[in-house]
Nanobody
């Protein structure tokens, strides 16, 4: 039984930083695409960053590239999203997502098809 539990959201001023964490339980042995989705009120959800756990390959949406960084701690079975240089338009609910059976090059493109989601953590930038 796969579970994803996010933490680390909050309120911050523009230009500030936050670190989101996603703890994975269940299938932690097989290589997975893991990533972060966000959805702002009145906007479509968007996948913003992924990591393929087998090779640590990462990919980012253009709007966050250079500002956000996704990483993984194998020992803690946790994926992190470091959010830097935050902007008001980054305000959204951020969800950790994961899936298995995909290849690294497809992790970002296929993020909308992932089967496992966390409950979300709110990020507010003012």
């Amino acid at each position: 039984h796969v579970q994803l539990v996010e933490s680390g959201g909050g309120s911050v001023q523009a230009g500030g930083s936050l670190r989101l964490s996603c703890s994975l339980s269940g299938n932690t042995k097989d290589s997975a695409c893991m990533g972060w989705y966000r959805q702002a009120p009145g906007k479509e959800r968007e996948g913003i960053a992924v990591i393929y756990t087998g090779t640590e390959t990462t990919a980012y949406r253009g709007s966050v590239k250079g500002r956000f960084n996704i990483s993984r701690d194998n020992a803690k079975e946790t994926v992190y999203l470091q959010l830097n240089s935050l902007r008001p338009e980054d305000t959204a609910m951020y969800y950790c997502v994961a899936d298995w059976g995909r290849n690294a090059p497809n992790c970002l493109a296929q993020i909308s098809d992932y089967n496992y989601w966390g409950q979300g953590t709110q990020v507010t930038v003012s």
